[in-house]
């Protein structure tokens, strides 16, 4: 078992959004995204990858599949595979989304 403090690990970058690694093992990668107001991570999917978002604090949209969903603080979002998704922070605070990827190639492709 392993314990972290996110408050350790939440470092905003000035000029892009940041990825903070948490925790990797097997099919899971966590990490913390987190948002400057105004920050962006572009559209994009993934072919092979579920993901969980869950807003820790903060606020801001999600665009998925071209339709933008607003989301909030204790929101949880879920991304299946192939879905295309992109993040904007339209707050004026900091935006902190935990990120749970899942891996869904079979154990022998991974």
């Known amino acids: 078992m392993e ?3 996110i408050e350790g690990i939440m470092d905003f970058a000035t000029e892009r959004s940041a ?3 948490i925790f990797k093992e097997g099919h ?10 105004g920050q962006t991570t572009p559209d994009h999917k993934h072919s092979d990858i579920d993901e969980i978002f869950y807003v820790i604090s903060g606020e801001g949209t999600i665009t998925i599949n071209d339709k933008e969903v607003f989301v909030k603080e204790k929101d ?3 991304s299946p595979s192939g879905e295309t998704h992109g993040f904007i922070n339209t707050s004026s605070d900091n935006w902190v989304v935990l990120q749970i990827k899942i891996d869904t190639r079979k154990k022998d492709e991974a």
């Open 3 to 5: 314990k972290l403090n």
């Open 19 to 21: 990825r903070k690694a």
């Open 28 to 37: 899971f990668d966590t990490g913390l995204l987190l948002y400057t107001p």
């Open 76 to 78: 949880i979002i879920f």
